[in-house]
């Protein structure tokens, strides 16, 4: 009773946070699983458990009136365009009447909440990776962000052939999963998420890289490079207006993949440095992790 007690106590404090949270992530849900319009009896036991999951907040605004007019949208099986835009009108009524979070923490819960409306039903369809893709592609300003740079560059490499393989899917399965709450899921199994997870360990990806801004921002380095050596990169970095440092450090906004032995595999690279950067990348730090080959293609385009 105590523990509960102190849990009610603390969520006095928290409740406008966890409002806010709760509201970008439905709403990336109801995008997820409404991809098509059409609402699978799996997709509606997710909803419905993910509701029951956040009763505690169904006396707050919006939930008092957003609980019922989901209940109601997916009470026959099928959501309307009409039910789900109007869910996500309710939706972002309440969250542009708050500043509890900045816009690119709210994108990225939403996308959360995509993520998870993707895998409602546990199985990932090619329209729902074309929507996740289409998506990505319309917020690059989420670039250089956990965990958007990585799921951009898993897409790339899984659409580069136009075909989807099952190996594929089960990779993007493995991955996506890590974003989801699983408490409040009804149909995602842990025990199978785990074996995949265990099967594709995808670590850190290196970033679809379009471009990179060297004035006043800190780089890093780390493997051989296959065309100079390290001090050659820092000068040049350096005469372009950026900075280097051979640590990854708070203020680190590159770091750059060599492939001449640390080779950058088709999903993942890995290392010392690789593995603080995607740790300070989770923490929220702005630090974007790039193959050799871009930044090389980059440097050539503007000497």
Known sequence: MKNLSELEDYRCFTTPAELHKAINTLKGIVAGITTDYQISEDEVNELSHWCMSHQ??????????????????????????????????????????????????????????????????????NEEISTLNKWI?????????????????????????????????????????????????????????????EKYSIQGICAVCQEIEFKDNLFCFTGQSTRAKRNDIAELVESLGGKFNNNITKKTRYLIVGNDGNPCWAFSCYGRKIEDAIAKRKDGQQLTIVNEVDFWDIIDDLL
């Open 137 to 197: 592609s319309a917020n690059e300003y989420l670039s250089g962000c956990y965990p958007f740079d990585e799921i951009e560059s898993l897409l790339l490499t899984i659409l580069a052939d136009g075909k989807i393989t099952d190996e594929e899917r089960n990779i993007l399965k493995a991955y996506l999963s890590n974003f989801i709450d699983l408490t409040t899921s009804y149909n995602l199994n842990q025990p199978e998420l785990d074996a995949l997870k």
């Open 56 to 125: 505690h907040l169904v006396n707050r605004h919006p939930f008092s009136e957003l609980i019922p007019m989901i209940e109601e949208a997916y009470e026959d099986g099928v959501v309307t365009s009409s039910e789900a835009n109007d869910i996500v009108w309710l939706c972002n009524n309440f969250v542009s009447d708050s500043d509890y979070y900045d816009f690119l923490t709210s994108s990225l819960q939403f996308l959360q909440g995509l993520i998870h409306g993707i895998l409602a039903d546990g199985e990932i369809t």
